[in-house]
Structure formats: C-alpha cells, structure tokens
C-alpha cells in the first residue's frame, strides 16, 4: 500500500508542525507584507495559505464526510481573507486532520475514493491511498511557496525538515 495509517499520522503531524511554523513566521509581517502580489501561483502569501486551507477542508470533507468549503479552486485564494478568522480556521483544520489520521487503520486506507472534481469539470474514482498521498504532498508544495514568500519578505520561518519534527524518533 501506497499510503498505511502511521505515514498519515506522521504526515499529518508535520503538517500541523509546519503550519505553526509559518504563521508564527507570518504573523511577524504587517497586513500589506503579508497581502502583496509575489508572483505566487495564488499571489500573496495570505492568498497561498487561504487556497491551501480550501483545498484541506475539501479533501478532508472527501475523506470524513464532513463539511465542504465553499467556492472552488479560483475563489480558493480569497475564501479566507480575515487574518485572524483564517487562524483559528487553519487551527482547527489542522487538529481535525491529526484526529482523522489517528483514527485509522489499514482498510480506511483501501479501496477507491469517487468525487466530483472541479478542476477536471468530471466525476473521478482513485485509489484511496494515492488521494491521502497527495492530500499531504499538496500541503508540502504549497508550504514550500509560502517559505520562500515569507523569507523573500525579510520573515525567517522555522526548519522543514520531516527527519528533525520535534518529538519523532
């Protein structure tokens, strides 16, 4: 298997760990700083974060069942535009995604998962596993976006290094 219950548990914790990183990083800049045109694919560093927090809550809602974000990949970037409303949004995804990873076990992670893409205008079918595997490389790549953003603008984000997580091994 592609994905197992502890590489999503792992995951899922560098990405709660991450996150914290760079909002601790990004709180440091001023509103404009952290609003201004970068060349980004979702623009500013706000714009990057409140796409990658959509697209968390849409593949999580795929994967518990629960509530989908509004809007779709184009509006993805400006969904979440209140600072401190994004926090406690971000917060929240991120302790759902952890809880969701420490719930599994190996058949949560078998079979196909089916939906509607948006991006693809058609209905898809994929193996579960590979969906949880891209959910988490999604993150990472958007992450790595926001990194050279927040250090371009004179922010100094944390290690991203998976092997020196605090508390592994």
Not at 29 to 53: K, M, N, Q, W, Y
Not at 81 to 87: I, N, R, T
Request: proline residues 4%.
């Amino acid at each position: 298997m592609i994905a197992t219950p502890d590489y999503a548990r792992l995951m899922a914790r560098y990405n709660a760990w991450q996150n914290d990183s760079l909002l601790a990083a990004a709180k440091t800049l001023d509103p404009v700083d952290r609003t201004a045109e970068r060349g980004a694919f979702f623009g500013s560093i706000t714009g990057t974060l409140s796409h990658l927090l959509w697209a968390d809550l849409l593949w999580m809602s795929r994967f518990d069942g629960g509530e989908t974000p509004e809007g779709g990949i184009g509006e993805s970037a400006a969904l979440f535009d209140d600072w401190q409303d994004y926090l406690a949004r971000r917060e929240a995804a991120d302790r759902r995604i952890v809880d969701w990873a420490e719930g599994l076990d190996e058949a949560a992670l078998g079979g196909d998962l089916t939906w509607h893409s948006g991006a693809l205008g058609r209905e898809v079918t994929k193996p579960r596993a590979v969906c949880v595997v891209h959910f988490f490389n999604h993150q990472t790549h958007h992450r790595g976006q926001v990194h050279a953003m927040l250090t371009a603008a004179g922010a100094r984000p944390g290690d991203t290094d998976l092997a020196f997580m605090p508390g592994e091994g």
